[in-house]
T-cell receptor, first 110, second 117 residues
Framework: QKEVEQNSGPLSVPEGAIASLNCTYS??????FFWYRQYSGKSPELIMS????GDKEDGRFTAQLNKASQYVSLLIRDSQPSDSATYLC??????????FGPGTRLSVLP | SAVISQKPSRDICQRGTSLTIQCQVD?????MFWYRQQPGQSLTLIAT?????????ESGFVIDKFPISRPNLTFSTLTVSNMSPEDSSIYLC??????????????FGSGTQLSVL
C-alpha cells in the first residue's frame, strides 16, 4: 500500500525564521510531488509542485526532492503568522493516483 | 487553475435522509475525485468519478451509500445516503488532468461541511 508520511506537529517557529516541513513516501514509481496549504475550515490550496530531483523556488517557498531517498521537503523562509496552517504533502504516479500525507500543522509565533 | 464550484457549502441534515453535493468545473477535466475529511484528519479518497461509467470506489466506501454521477467532463455529484451522525464531515470535490493543458495537478473545491443530527 502506498504511504506518505509526515510529522503531525505542531511545528512552532518564530516569525521571520525558516520553517522546514518534511515528507517521505513509499512508492518508488511516484513521479510528481505537491505541497498543499490548508487553513482551518478551508479546502487545500496547491502551493508548490516538483517533478525532478533538486530544489525549486517560488517566492518564500522552496521545495526539495530526493527520489533516491524518497524524500520531499518544503522550506518557508521569513515565516509569517499568516503561514500558520496545515501543510499536506501529496504524491502521484502520472496523475492517476494521488496519495496524501496526514499533514503537518505549522504555527508561526509573532 | 480550474475554477471549481461546489455546493452546498454547508448543510445540517436529519438522520436517515440523503444529501446530494454538486461539483461544477469551468473547463473540461479528465479526473474528478471525491474526498472526505473528518475533523483534524487528512483527506480520505471516497471514489474516482468516471465520465460515462460507474465510479471507482476505495476500500470502505460503497455505491449504495455514496452514489456518484458524472455525466460529462465538467460536472459530478456525490450523494450521501441514509445519513448517520458518523457521516458528519467535510466533503471535497477535486479535479485534475485538464483536457486542454494536460495538467496533472489536483485542485479542490471549497468543500461541503455536513452535520448530521
Amino acid at each position: 500500500q502506498k504511504e506518505v508520511e509526515q510529522n503531525s506537529g505542531p511545528l512552532s517557529v518564530p516569525e521571520g525564521a525558516i520553517a522546514s516541513l518534511n515528507c517521505t513516501y513509499s512508492d518508488r514509481v511516484s513521479q510528481s510531488f505537491f505541497w498543499y496549504r490548508q487553513y482551518s475550515g478551508k479546502s487545500p490550496e496547491l502551493i508548490m509542485s516538483i517533478y525532478s530531483n533538486g530544489d525549486k523556488e517560488d517566492g518564500r517557498f522552496t521545495a526539495q526532492l530526493n527520489k533516491a531517498s524518497q524524500y520531499v521537503s518544503l522550506l518557508i523562509r521569513d515565516s509569517q503568522p499568516s503561514d500558520s496552517a496545515t501543510y499536506l504533502c501529496a504524491v502521484t504516479d502520472y496523475g492517476q493516483n494521488f496519495v496524501f500525507g496526514p499533514g503537518t500543522r505549522l504555527s508561526v509565533l509573532p | 487553475s480550474a475554477v471549481i464550484s461546489q455546493k452546498p457549502s454547508r448543510d445540517i441534515c436529519q438522520r436517515g435522509t440523503s444529501l446530494t453535493i454538486q461539483c461544477q468545473v469551468d473547463s473540461q477535466v479528465t479526473m474528478m475525485f471525491w474526498y472526505r475529511q473528518q475533523p483534524g484528519q487528512s483527506l480520505t479518497l471516497i471514489a474516482t468519478a468516471n465520465q460515462g461509467s460507474e465510479a471507482t470506489y476505495e476500500s470502505g466506501f460503497v455505491i449504495d451509500k455514496f452514489p456518484i454521477s458524472r455525466p460529462n467532463l465538467t460536472f459530478s455529484t456525490l450523494t450521501v445516503s441514509n445519513m448517520s451522525p458518523e457521516d458528519s464531515s467535510i466533503y471535497l470535490c477535486s479535479v485534475g488532468g485538464s483536457v486542454q493543458h494536460r495538467n496533472e495537478k489536483l485542485f479542490f473545491g471549497s468543500g461541503t461541511q455536513l452535520s448530521v443530527l
